[in-house]
């Protein structure tokens, strides 16, 4: 019996152990010759710990960053804690336990994790968002976009959660709930709040993603968030007076068919033109349509401005609501005279806070006209294929379907069509759009509403800016103090972090105030004899991750948050890996917040190859995909959550970190399965037993059969393109072909036995590094730069392949074929097998089908 027994546990300390006391991980950032910056999304510290799915995102970039150093690459892959915010404070306030002492407790065991898994990380290097060593340049940042002019404060309608007590952001609502409350709707108030402009940058933040490299589906989701969308502004004059309405519609295609207007409640021109008759029901109005529990403007029921013809027939879930206001404007492309009304399902922070109602091709005019008897006018003509897959919303009337009879309802305005067509009804003496498609009708009416002074082109976007305002505790305080009259003194630089002050009762309150508001000794300053209030509201957590990956490359500067010459070296990131679910928030600010800095001159990244804007902070963005536990969702109420450290005491981390990565493709995710993890462990004890007791000769390379070496010449090629494109489980296949074929064989060479540990170092390190130390009596790390075997192009093809042989379809034989023969050769190749002849029973061949590179098939008479 070996006495080489495998035992991960002892190996994995050993190494982690060794490679903390020689500095293995740790890099000199100024000495780099060729860096490479490889991130994994920090995460949130949680109190339940890291669960496998964690580990799982976690080993994937691990992976990629230890390729690249055994490639020859200085490798930076640091760690820290996105511990601020309201996940952790919720949780606090949920088990009664102050997040300044919950938070610490919660690094400290997400650490023993991380470095239990054999991560790669710099640990001189990490950080902790709710440091003030790490938030006063959090708050530095918001001083720089101040002087710039991107963060001001305004009292405008923010979301609020009434469970979490705070506004959140709009990326936060999700169908008008908290997404961190499902069942909880989001109220609409009227609070002060600062905010960010990142729709200074919307045009930037769209272009970019058309060539940026990024996981499609996430720059998709950005791209919908953004809400790019082409129209026209058109202006509609108010009957008997010198005012105008504009509004923004990205249909003006449908002007013909617009019958009425509808502003917001709180439209500035509806005090202006309201009749004196309605002022009291405008009145009465505006005070139920506060007293509502307004959604946010992505729920359908709500009208977005710049949304003129929705693509879907979804039901309508809300009653649509209004009043006349007593005017009527101008239609400007045919005269006619259409009232005005105010309904809430306009919102003022959309587009222009008002509308053209074209209830005939928009779900929502339609059911308000219906409401309110409006005359209802088609103008587009459905287009047959369109009409042949459309379904009535009326449940009644959905199984049969007769499209003539639905053709009919549309043109006489009794069905509402949002689909595809052509334009009908739509001309007056100077213009007509009739027959014309979508495209063409919307460049005609544009044109001719541009000579006539009455609209003209315009770009819009969905995105709003950046609501950063928290009134929670737990946050980095906004860095502005209040003078007695109100006017706005942003903190002297040099007077930074503004620390977070220790209190006892940190839980909000719910009235639109941060539990800081309650906190006088903190709160109410004296500055050179003059009395100054602190802003109490604290910033989005959002803002300390926005900036996170600058700060790695200077964690051990005190005096300035980034060390330029550094951030030139390093930045833009090679490889980001992360969630698809922070498409939208932090994904999207972080672009916005090195945006931002670079155009107020606090920040100059480096220029890459194929980087057309110097300010975009990661070159490469993937998505990994999630795990799933035995077919189900993980989630604590299935109780299928999965802790790691169970799996790495019984079967070591290596094992755990090869069995997530070969589950499935890394982008799409896997099933979790207790019962199939024992293969892996199985792997690595043949492995081990082959470098230890294997009695194989080691000969030459160039004396091993061709086979075993054009395998292993393949297999350095594949494992090296296969991690390149996170195709980590692929990889793992070829390394076990590659073994199994070196196992058997007759000899093997040293070659052969280097190359397959160093291809699979990544994906088991604490293993890799003991074979190499130990089986293989190296002298230095397998983690010295430059590991990984070159490749020789001509030995990964073969010069002969194997081919099935078939007569009347059916197999009869497999033989080995000179790779280059042509169709003659390997049509006497095939007649002369035995095991033809004999199915053949000397019946003459009528026919044979040669398929280059699969198969040969005799078709007998």
């Excluded at 953004?226 to 004059?237: P, T």
């Excluded at 005939?360 to 042949?388: G, M, Q, T």
């Excluded at 280059?820 to 004999?838: H, P």
């Amino acid at each position: 019996m070996s006495e080489h027994i495998y035992d991960p546990v002892v190996v994995e300390k050993k190494w982690q152990k060794w490679w903390d006391d020689h500095g293995t991980n740790e890099i000199d950032l100024r000495a780099a010759k060729n860096p490479y910056y490889v991130l994994m999304m920090f995460p949130y510290p949680s109190a339940e710990g890291l669960h496998v799915g964690n580990v799982y995102a976690f080993t994937g970039a691990d992976v990629t960053g230890r390729h690249r150093r055994l490639r020859g690459h200085d490798v930076f892959e640091p760690i820290g804690f996105d511990a601020f915010g309201i996940h952790s404070e919720n949780f606090a306030m949920k088990i009664n336990r102050h997040p300044a002492e919950l938070i610490p407790a919660n690094i400290a065991n997400f650490t023993r994790q991380l470095r239990m898994m054999g991560l790669m990380y710099d640990w001189r290097r990490s950080v902790d968002t709710t440091s003030p060593d790490y938030y006063k340049w959090t708050q530095w940042i918001f001083l720089q976009l101040y002087k710039a002019g991107l963060a001001y404060r305004d009292e405008k309608e923010v979301n609020f959660c009434p469970d979490c007590g705070t506004v959140i952001a709009d990326e936060q609502v999700i169908d008008g709930k908290c997404e961190r409350h499902p069942g909880t709707d989001v109220q609409r108030r009227r609070l002060p709040s600062w905010f960010f402009r990142i729709t200074n940058f919307a045009e930037r933040l769209d272009g970019n993603l058309d060539w940026i490299d990024w996981s499609e589906k996430t720059k998709l989701a950005q791209k919908n968030w953004i809400g790019r969308s082409e129209g026209a502004e058109v202006d509609f004059q108010v009957k008997g007076r010198g005012e105008k309405i504009r509004v923004y519609t990205t249909r003006p295609d449908t002007l013909f068919g617009a019958t009425f207007m509808v502003l917001a409640v709180d439209h500035p021109l509806v005090d202006a033109i309201a009749g004196a008759r309605e002022k009291e029901a405008i009145a009465k109005y505006r005070e139920q349509a506060a007293a509502r529990a307004t959604d946010a403007a992505h729920d359908t029921g709500v009208r977005s401005p710049q949304a003129s013809v929705p693509q879907s027939t979804e039901s309508i879930v809300r009653e649509k609501t209004g009043v006349f206001i007593g005017a009527n404007a101008i239609n400007p492309v045919n005269n006619a005279e259409i009232p005005i009304y105010i309904s809430d399902y306009v919102l003022s922070g959309y587009g222009t806070g008002a509308i053209m109602a074209v209830p005939a091709h928009d779900e929502r005019d339609f059911e308000f006209a219906e409401k309110f008897h409006l005359p209802i006018k088609c103008v587009i003509s459905p287009d047959a294929a369109a009409l042949a897959e459309f379904r009535l919303p009326d449940p009644i009337s959905r199984d049969s379907h007769d499209s003539e009879a639905i053709r009919e309802e549309i043109l006489k305005g009794q069905t509402c069509w949002s689909g595809a067509g052509v334009a009908m009804n739509s001309a007056n003496a100077e213009v007509s759009l009739n027959g014309l498609a979508v495209d063409e009708a919307k460049a005609r009416i544009t044109k001719w509403l541009e000579s006539k002074n009455l609209g003209k082109a315009r770009t819009t976007f969905r995105l709003r800016d950046w609501g950063i305002s928290r009134q929670r505790y737990w946050g980095p305080p906004i860095p502005v103090l209040y003078d007695e009259d109100g006017n706005i003194h942003p903190v002297p630089e040099d007077q930074l972090p503004v620390t977070l002050p220790p209190i006892r009762d940190f839980r909000p309150k719910g009235d639109g105030r941060g539990p800081l508001a309650n906190v006088p000794e903190w709160m109410n300053v004296e500055i050179n004899g003059k009395k100054y209030r602190r802003e109490t509201d604290v910033m989005d957590n959002f803002l300390d991750s926005a900036w996170y990956y600058l700060r790695y490359v200077s964690t051990d500067e005190d005096s300035r948050p980034y060390d330029p010459e550094l951030i030139r070296k390093w930045l833009p990131l090679d490889v980001y890996i992360g969630g698809n679910e922070h498409a939208v928030l932090h994904l999207l600010y972080t672009r916005f917040i090195c945006m931002a800095l670079d155009h107020a001159g606090a920040l100059k990244m480096g220029t890459r190859p194929g980087m057309r804007d110097a300010a975009e902070p990661f070159q490469k963005f993937r998505a990994h995909g999630l795990l799933i536990k035995e077919g189900s969702k993980m989630s604590k109420s299935k109780g299928n959550v999965v802790n790691p450290d169970e799996y790495v005491e019984k079967w070591g981390a290596d094992t755990l970190r090869l069995y997530l990565m070969f589950l499935g493709p890394y982008q799409q995710g896997g099933d979790f399965r207790d019962t199939d993890i024992v293969g892996m462990r199985r792997f690595l004890n043949r492995l081990h037993t082959w470098y230890y007791d294997s009695a194989q000769p080691i000969v030459a390379d160039e004396t091993l059969p061709k086979p075993l070496r054009v395998k292993t010449h393949q297999t350095i090629k594949k494992v090296r393109e296969d991690i390149d494109a996170l195709s980590y489980n692929t990889a793992i296949s070829a390394i076990m072909e590659l073994f199994n074929m070196a196992k058997d064989a007759a000899q093997t060479s040293a070659f052969v036995r280097e190359a397959i540990i160093i291809a699979l170092a990544p994906l088991a390190p604490h293993f890799a590094e003991e074979i190499w130390q130990g089986a293989l009596r190296k002298p230095e790390s397998i983690w010295k730069s430059g590991r990984y075997p070159d490749y020789i192009e001509e030995l990964t093809k073969l010069d002969e392949m194997e081919i099935v042989l078939q007569v009347n379809g059916k197999i009869r034989d497999k033989i080995i074929v000179p790779r280059d023969a042509d169709k003659e050769q390997l049509e006497a190749i095939a007649l002369s097998s035995e095991k033809v002849q004999a199915a053949l029973a000397g019946a003459t061949p009528k026919k044979i089908i040669v398929v280059p590179g699969r198969l040969i098939n005799v078709l007998a008479s």
